[in-house]
C-alpha cells in the first residue's frame, strides 16, 4: 500500500505505544551499504534548533553503534504487533553474528532521503540524520537510574536525528490496533 507523507508528530500516540509494547525497528547501514536491524524501546522525540528531532539511545556494544559511528543516519519503523516474534529475534540477536532480514524474512527497502533502509513491513517510517550525538555520563545520572539501567556500564550513546522525512500507510492507526 502506497506510504502518504506525515508530520513528526501526526502517529506520535500510535509510535509511543508500539515503542512500549513490543519496540521499534532502527535501520543503520555501513558505509559499504550493508543494513542492519535492531529492535529499541527507547526514544524520545521533539523541536530542537527549530527542528523535528528524534533522539534514539544505543549501546557501545551494540553491532548499530559502529554502524551509526560510520554512517550518521537512520530510520525508525513502526510495525503492527503481528511482528512481535521479529522484534524479539532484533532485539536479541546481533548483525555482528546473523544477518537479521534474513532470519525474520523483514524486507529492507530503499528510504527516500537517507543511505539506511526502511522496513517494507513498516507502517510508519521516519527517516533521520544525526545532527548531534552525546553520551549518558554516569556523574550526571540520577542514582537510582544508574543502579538499575548499567549494572555493567555501557552507558548509551543518545543521536540527535533530524527527521528529514516521515511517511505512514493511511490505515496505520487501524493496523497498529490489531
Ligand atoms: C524491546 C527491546 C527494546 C530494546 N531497546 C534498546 C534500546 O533502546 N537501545 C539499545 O541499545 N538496545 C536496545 N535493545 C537491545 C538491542 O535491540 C539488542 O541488543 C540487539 O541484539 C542489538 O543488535 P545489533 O548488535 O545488531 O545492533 C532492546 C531490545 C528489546 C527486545
Redesign the pocket.
Known amino acids: 500500500m502506497r506510504k502518504e507523507p506525515i508530520k513528526l508528530f501526526d502517529l506520535w500516540r500510535e509510535t509511543m505505544d508500539a515503542m512500549v509494547r513490543?519496540?521499534l525497528l532502527l535501520c543503520s547501514v555501513d558505509a559499504e551499504g550493508k543494513p542492519?536491524v535492531?529492535?529499541?524501546?527507547?526514544m524520545t522525540g521533539g523541536v530542537v534548533w527549530g527542528k523535528p528531532i528524534l533522539c534514539?539511545?544505543?549501546?557501545p556494544s551494540?553491532?548499530?553503534y559502529s554502524r551509526l559511528e560510520q554512517v550518521g543516519e537512520f530510520t525508525v519503523n513502526v510495525l503492527p504487533p503481528t511482528f512481535e516474534e521479529a522484534?524479539?529475534v532484533?532485539?536479541?540477536?546481533?548483525?555482528?553474528d546473523v544477518d537479521?532480514f534474513e532470519r525474520t524474512g523483514l524486507t529492507p527497502a530503499p528510504a527516500q532521503k537517507v543511505r539506511a533502509p526502511i522496513v517494507e513491513q513498516g507502517v510508519i517510517h521516519y527517516e533521520c540524520r544525526v545532527v548531534h550525538k552525546n553520551d549518558v555520563l554516569p556523574e550526571f545520572l540520577a542514582e537510582e537510574i544508574r543502579t538499575a539501567a548499567y549494572p555493567q556500564g555501557n552507558f548509551?550513546r543518545v543521536y540527535f536525528g533530524e527527521v528529514v522525512a516521515a511517511y505512514a500507510s493511511p490505515d496505520a492507526a487501524e493496523r497498529l490496533q490489531k
Not at 56 to 59: D, E, S, T
Open positions: 513490543h519496540g542492519n535492531m529492535t529499541i524501546g527507547w534514539v539511545f544505543v549501546r551494540r553491532y548499530t522484534l524479539q532484533c532485539g536479541t540477536v546481533s548483525g555482528r537479521k548509551h
